[in-house]
């Protein structure tokens, strides 16, 4: 059973991938790449911000925090593999004055540690950035690690700011743009080699602002994230089958920008797919989906995400096509929509 | 005139055990305003809270945000009623509030909350939260080079929380000597006794060797809890501090003593005058 309305691309022959446990770094062959973006754009900002502490649960270097660690070790706090308390002394930090970033796999963050982070820092509200790595479907190690639900659960909760990066050039901006926003943030982070895409954009992030990154007459892609960097691609490869596609990149997932969505989705004669690396429960599409609705408007929509089930280990490049969430997969899915 | 909503601040020169029977005398008020509430919670750690405002903890009541003051952190939120007694007492909240106590629009909800009290420094209610806070306060003050302590008020059902060991841990890591904490031991949680519900003990053996100063005491014995909260304050070990409290639900009003015990203790609405008589029959300052 599946609620889904992807189509997954037809498997090609090819050689059996490796399943690569907690890769460093989701780049595509070749592509270029910027390295550990969040943890050199904390150092930098706290040069500036001394209130900012690093905190982690034993995850500092498969978060690029040991970067931040090395150049701030007294401004470093091991908190030991234990996401309530990190959660929790996160939220004592901030009141008194920190500006703690934690760090920690997004299932852990958003499942293990939720009562934690809903009570102790949403629901007081409290200054604290929580970045976490292993977004939706970026690991191939099963669901333990899988967090295809992350931002629907911190969506969901009052107070929170949701921001789903799309890539290095990106993620160098959202960090100072958390710290001056005072309150607690979500951001869906992007370790190790981070690809480099936006910056070929003329693009600068803005809070709560959705960004047009190209315009095209017959398809508008609404994506976040890593769909983002693939959504370009497929608008690149459409070109050539003289296939308009627009892309409206919203990268803060809550405020939700419902005017640029609004006036984008309103423009007639475009098909509407929301494009997300994230279960199609709760995350973007349906933020999207009831935007529209409640404001009366309704393209032709569709959804490209992750499968309401349990994912599958493997390969990321295999799941990625599996579950349609891959540049050839997504290609495939509008052009048959089409 | 209705005396017993008086509950204006005495001064500085009032014994402790009179802050106490004051507190007590609070929490029963806002107990007969709701007709209920965890009355047996609030007896059995008037003492504590007494000793905590009116000997231990540095504060100002006209401020309750004064960077100086020592932070208390009710982490088992249900004994809000307890604190909301002790905070009336200090000065910290109106004594003309007492009688909205878990009404609309009060700002003394049921359960503590954050931004609804003044002088109430977390949200409780979801249990084997404060701690962990708690350590995030002490290691904040540590940076801070700040001379101010963070004292915490937990339930020993709250045990049952992994959390709660995974703060522990954590606590004596990072030597948090400005840390106390204080486990009210009354035996009693939602589903019976908390010893029997999950078994905690030896506590005192557990903590210790988790690495923190530990003393345990009985929590209604006056003189005991002063000397308690002195010896925390001013052990030289580098660790943080826990004071294990063995409590009496009801403390105070002896028929609620001798009720059978119960985490939430019923009792009917003639029944609270009968207990603010009873405890004034056994004021002792």
Redesign the interface.
Known sequence: MSTVTTTGAAPAAKPRLKTSAMIASIAAEGQRTRPAPFGHALVELAKQRPEI?GMTADLGKYTDLHIFAQAHPDRF?Q??M?E??L????????????M?FVTTYAVFASRRAY??VH??IA???RNVKIACALPGLTSGYGPSHQAAEDLALMRAMPNMVVIDPCDAHEIEQVVPAMAAHNGPVYMRLLRGNVPLVLDEYDYKFELGKAKLLRDGAEVLVISSGIMTMRALEVAQRLEADKIGVAVLHVPTIKPLDTVAILREAGRTGRMVVVAENHTVIGGLGEAVAGTLLRAGVAPVFRQIGLPDEFLKAGALPTLHDLYGISTDAMTASIKGWL | MDTRHDATPLGHNVPIAERAYRIRRNALLMGEVQGQGYIGQALDIADVLAVSYFHAMRYRPEDPHWEERDRFLLSNGHYAIALYAALIEAGIVPAEELETYGSDDSRLPMSGMAAYTPGMEMSGGSLGLGLGIAVGIGLGLKRKNSASRVYTLCSDGELDEGSVWEAIMSAAHYKLDNLIAIVDVNNQQADGPSTQVMAFEPLVDKLEAFGWFVQRIDGNDMDAVVAAFDVARSHPEPKPRMIVCDTKMGKGVPFLEAREKNHFIRIDAHEWQQALDALDAGRTA
């Open positions: 502490v706090y908190m030991g234990a309530q308390l959660m929790g002394a996160a939220s004592g930090m901030a009141h008194e004055g920190m703690p009562d934690f009570q102790t629901e007081e509200n």
